[in-house]
């Protein structure tokens, strides 16, 4: 170790292997201070020669703290400081570092151990730690440096007096360490959200032979990705897209925006680069940016917005509860009807209460598990602490969440924390917005990755939604929001097959009905027939336009008389349930030879050929099954709104003649431009579609049947909605 450097001591205590010199005191009683201060020369983990590193402090085998994510950088500095009490400097600290990538496929880039017992009391120590893989041990990954100070907890009163009190206000904290890693997930809650809106690009870089290019746009906010459409030939495309990111510093970041061509059965080509520095912009703001591209040609335009927001936060289910009455007051208030043209953004409130597991998965040789929760809705992501070697795990957090948009579904997965590896997974469960009962502590099933069938083990969740309905209806109508992208479409057999299946159903449908129709002009079923006829002659000699939502209206509402009177023959497809899961395989893009990367980019070619077959199938099919789902009732908010909309379009069309109608469309097309020239284009038909589910995302929300055994105690509270 390098030399040290003397600070102010009171006493002095060289720690050496016996018990006997250390002072006698009750369980806890070393404070270990330490500053992270930066990292040298780390190994790059990442394709552009980076990494995004951070660092796992351990002792006797327990997280106790967790540093911030820097991202690409090799150098990164920390300057974080944590405070862990220990009960004796046996247990050497372990650190390890990690390349952090989202979707939790972490990279190791190599550990250290820090001996305890070689530090001296009172006095504060510089160190230099040397990164080692055990499966690499001549590899070279860089060092950790780090100031540590040991004292015993006689001279920390102060100190020790303020964590006896975060102790009595959670069970969980009852170990021999104090855990940290909260307080660090709070820093990660984001303090602002960036709207980047893509409007378009101008004389781009020529990639293909024909002299034009299919141009496309990644951008990236630290571990947050976008990835926009693809434009085919030219260098002039038009996007329109929106994307949103969390801001989680003060000082803002850079955003890096890459462009790229699409090329298929090979790479794709690198067209230019460009960052936006966030920490330049004002807040509250639309700032319009003509970036120009570096290491290419042209220019992006784009409208960056900086806006506050407090729209997520977490908390021990002790300190912090929706049953404090001001509290539920405030947010019944916040969303009552009388604020419904109030921030059209903020549509609702929600609160997820973690609770517990049972019965979970054992991932560990040892016949256990160190299981972690992540709570998902849309974009927003946050994670409990880990129970180590545990299958019946106590969390008792609380997540809240701004909603914007009440068709999301929030999404929980158990994770198992693995030792210099990504995370196993568990299990997961996907739960609706709109099919929350409030204030019900139930034991939810947990399934497997494809949603398609159960796993071991079962989740207690508490969900409360605050919502108003008329912001909702008309967000409703909006585009969806994207999500980060994760990974890739991939080809697979089962879903080739299954997308398949669904499409040849819908057009069974158009089939049959073709038929049915047929079939009254043969006169196979005479009644049928006649019936049929005198209906013609009705409706063609007393035919007015506002029939046509009035038929849709009427098509509902048979629907929903079949539904309250019990003979619903509401069936969607079980050929998901019967699905196998699809294997997760590695694409290896490894060039050894130029035959072998002949043949692969061929092969690659062929799949990229299938893998669009797969995805416009699953599209077709989903189309057909989410207007089927809308006349089903699967979800009765949207057939309600459908029920609102199709009446005052069936009144409009009864009292104003059909030309002004068309005339007030046309001006209102022709001018939107011109009144808004970036507005970003949509279809409020097929935005409200894309709230549907279809039937491959009935069965993947529907909750399983439970064990009786583990049927929960229920709390029923009032229901706001």
Known sequence: LPPSTPTKKKRKYQIGTSNADFPSADPSMYQLDITLRRGQNLAARDRGGTSDPYVKFKIGGKEVFRSKTIHKNLNPVWEEKACILIDHPREPLYIKVFDYDFGLQDDFIGSAFLDLTSLELNRQTDVTLSLKDPHYPDHDLGSILLSVLLAPREEQREVT??????????????????????????????????????????????????????????????????????????????????????????????????????????????????????????????HKLEMRLEEGEGCLVLLVTLTASAAVSISDLSVNSLEDQKEREEILKRYSPMRMFHNMKDVGFLQVKVIRAEALMAADVTGKSDPFCVVELNNDRLLTHTVYKNLNPEWNKIFTFNIKDIHSVLEVTVYDEDRDRSADFLGKVAIPLLSIQNGEQKAYVLKNKQLTGPTKGVIYLEIDVIFNAVKASIRTLMPKEQKYIEEENRLSKQLLLRNFIRMKRCVMVLINAAYYVNSCFDWDSPPRSLAAFLLFLFVVWNFELYMIPLAFLLLLAWNY?????????????????????????????????????????????????????????????????????????????????????????????????????????????????????????????????????????????????????????????????
């Not at 090329?263 to 639309?286: H, M, Y």
């Not at 997760?584 to 030879?593: L, N, P």
């Open 161 to 286: 007096m303020l964590m006896r009190k975060s102790w009595k206000r959670s069970s969980k904290f009852q170990t021999q360490s104090l855990r940290l890693s909260d307080l660090h997930r709070k820093s990660q809650l984001w303090r602002g959200i960036v709207s980047v809106t893509l409007i378009e690009g101008r004389e781009l870089k020529a990639m293909d032979a024909n002299g034009l290019s299919d141009p496309y746009v990644k951008f990236r906010l630290g571990h947050q990705k976008y990835k926009s459409k693809i434009v085919p030939k030219t260098l002039n495309p038009q996007w329109r897209e929106q994307f949103d990111f969390h801001l989680y510093e003060e000082r803002g970041g850079i955003i890096d925006i890459t462009v790229w061509d699409k090329d298929a059965g090979k790479r794709d080509d690198f067209i230019g680069r460009c960052q936006v520095d966030l920490s330049a912009l004002s807040k509250e703001q639309t």
């Open 561 to 721: 008389f079949l539904i309250i009177s019990g003979k619903d023959n509401r069936q969607h497809d079980t050929v998901v349930e019967d699905m196998l899961e699809d294997e997760e395989e590695e694409d290896d893009r490894d060039d050894k030879d130029s035959e072998k990367k002949g043949f692969m980019n061929k092969l690659y070619a062929i799949q990229e050929v299938c893998v669009s077959v797969q995805n416009v199938l699953d599209e077709v099919a989903s189309f057909g099954e989410r207007i089927k789902n809308t006349f089903n009732w699967t979800v009765p908010f949207l057939s309600w709104l459908a029920i609102v909309a199709l009446s005052v379009f069936t009144i409009i069309l009864y009292f104003i003649p059909l030309r002004y109608i068309v005339l007030v469309w046309g001006i209102n097309k022709f001018t939107k431009k011109l009144r808004s020239p970036y507005a970003i284009d949509n279809n409020e038909l097929l935005d409200f579609l894309s709230r549907v589910p279809s039937d491959v995302q009935v069965v993947q929300y529907h909750e399983l049947k439970q064990d009786p055994s583990h049927s929960p105690s229920k709390r029923k509270k009032n229901n706001p909605g």
